[in-house]
């Protein structure tokens, strides 16, 4: 996958984090997550643009160190809708998919990076 390709999937996948803030119920509860889902899940994509033209090599491992803490911060706001039943699994369950397939790619790119960061001192 390129990092255009990745851009463009992470895009998406702040825009289906979007949607689906939008359906959350408008109860106390479903702001409070609403506000956080939000935040992180939106923060993948904003934060892969930063790490693609991170200055150093240091600085991209940094940088996706962040990516993959708010992939898995998405992950447990998205597992809470699911296990409170905010909203029915059905609707929450593809986005979930994506969150976890998210954090594998930025987990085996931090290892790759930290590795190739290794490999040059």
């Known amino acids: 996958m390129t990092s255009d390709e990745l851009k463009l999937r992470t895009k998406q996948f702040a825009l ?16 409070a997550i609403a506000n956080q889902l939000v935040r992180c899940g939106t923060s993948v994509a904003a934060n892969y643009r930063a790490a693609c033209r991170a200055r ?3 600085e991209f491992v940094a940088k996706i160190g962040v990516i993959l803490e708010e992939a898995d911060e998405t992950q447990l706001w998205l597992e809470l809708i699911i296990e409170s039943k905010l909203l029915p699994l059905k609707r929450v369950e593809p986005l979930l998919g994506e969150a976890t397939e998210l ?19």
């Open 56 to 58: 150093s090599r240091s």
């Open 103 to 121: 954090v594998a790619i930025f987990v085996a790119s931090r290892k790759s990076a930290s590795s190739n960061l290794k490999s040059t001192i």
């Open 16 to 31: 289906r984090v979007i949607r689906l803030v939008g359906a959350l119920p408008k109860t106390i509860e479903g702001r």
